[in-house]
């Protein structure tokens, strides 16, 4: 199992970036596919998570209308589109996925993410 999660970069507040999570090695339309953020210095962050139907989805509070999440299940890819960055967005960004139960779980801190991917660093600066 692989996730590589790509498109961090440095960015003005109010800026955007889009983040994709490529996945291979596992049937990606089974499974929920959750992202997170640290901060240095700060526990890790439940962000956003989708679930296999893609119907189904979540956003922290501190997201929610600035932030959507989607799945590409034709290039095994989920995207996650930030709009209206701010400065304490900055962190760094990893996708993981499990079962939907655990992964919203998972967004409130709980462990149980089966897979972790590689991080991409996003910077909201001016």
């Known amino acids: 199992v692989q996730l590589q999660a790509s498109g961090g970069g440095l960015v003005q507040p109010g800026g955007s970036l889009r983040l994709s999570c490529a996945a291979s090695?596992?049937?990606?339309?089974?499974?929920?596919i959750g992202w997170f953020r640290q901060a240095p210095g700060k526990e890790r962050e439940g962000v956003s998570c989708?679930?296999?139907?893609?119907?189904?989805?979540y956003y922290s509070d501190s997201v929610k209308g600035r932030f959507t999440i989607s799945r590409d299940k034709a290039k095994n890819t989920v995207y996650l589109q930030m709009n209206g960055l701010k400065p304490e967005d900055t962190a760094v960004y990893y996708c993981?996925?499990?079962?939907?139960?655990?992964?919203?779980?998972?967004?409130?801190?709980?462990?149980?993410?089966?897979?972790w991917g590689t991080g991409t660093q996003v910077t909201v600066s001016s």
């Open positions: 993981a996925t499990a079962t939907w139960e655990a992964t919203i779980g998972a967004m409130t801190g709980r462990d149980g993410m089966d897979y």
């Open positions: 989708i679930g296999s139907s893609d119907v189904t989805t």
């Open positions: 090695g596992f049937t990606f339309a089974d499974y929920a």
